[in-house]
């Protein structure tokens, strides 16, 4: 994509306006470093796009592509360049907040990407214990109905499948009100009081949920 003029918005728009450019570098500053974890993050995204994106953002000095040591494929770590975009990306996803929400439509809402964010939306060093286990279920989904985090001291795993622990707090609700929540869109509260969301379990964890399954940074803008 060329302009041919001098402007920077230009020039930067040369570098990041191509489809998919900057949610890859979303997910690189998030930490997604591997192929498959970028896939993971971006859903939809062909593996031809990624991979094109990738090739780019390489040659423009975004990212730098290194040889896994001892094991097959590439991991992919942002320069200062790309690290400098992330207010910038935090002040787009405010401005999405604030004046693209309404154009949320029902294809949006993505189970998997929405138990991403669950997963990076974790604050560890608010559950007490080495480990909880939290149940999700979409009452709304006939496929990938039910989720699990298993949250340990040191990371945050997600599961499709039942991972065999007692679990500490179930969530209950339609795919659409538990990411309306993470979003900010609508309270813990306010979605427990319209019986659109049920929250059961430990009662030291189910009355302090806003504290260690945190919304996302951008909540504020949407309120």
């Not at 004046?99 to 991403?116: H, R, T």
Request: aromatic content about 10%; overall charge neutral; charged content about 25%.
């Amino acid at each position: 994509m060329k302009y041919s003029q001098f402007c920077p918005i230009a020039k930067a728009t040369e570098v990041l306006g191509d489809r998919w450019t900057l949610l890859v570098a979303r997910e690189i500053l998030m930490g997604a470093s591997r192929f498959s974890e970028l896939q993971r993050g971006l859903g939809s995204i062909s593996t031809a796009v990624l991979t094109e994106r990738l090739k780019s953002m390489t040659e423009n000095g975004l990212i730098i592509r290194r040889k896994i040591t001892g094991r097959r494929g590439h991991e992919y770590f942002p320069t200062p360049a790309c690290k400098e975009l992330l207010p910038i990306i935090v002040s787009l996803g405010g401005w999405g907040m604030r004046w693209a929400k309404d154009n949320l439509v029902d294809e949006d809402y993505d189970v998997e990407l929405l138990m991403l964010y669950l997963e990076r939306s974790i604050a560890r060093d608010m559950l007490p214990g080495p480990q909880t286990i939290l149940q999700f279920e979409f009452s709304d989904l006939k496929k990938m109905r039910h989720w699990w985090l298993v949250v340990s001291e040191n990371s945050v795993e997600v599961c499709e499948k039942n991972p065999g622990y007692d679990v500490d707090v179930y969530f209950t609700s339609t795919l659409r009100v538990m990411t309306d929540v993470w979003l900010g869109h609508r309270t813990y509260k306010e979605a427990i009081r319209a019986d659109a969301l049920k929250i059961v379990g430990d009662r030291a964890l189910t009355k302090t949920v806003s504290k260690w399954l945190v919304c996302t940074v951008f909540s504020e803008a949407a309120a």
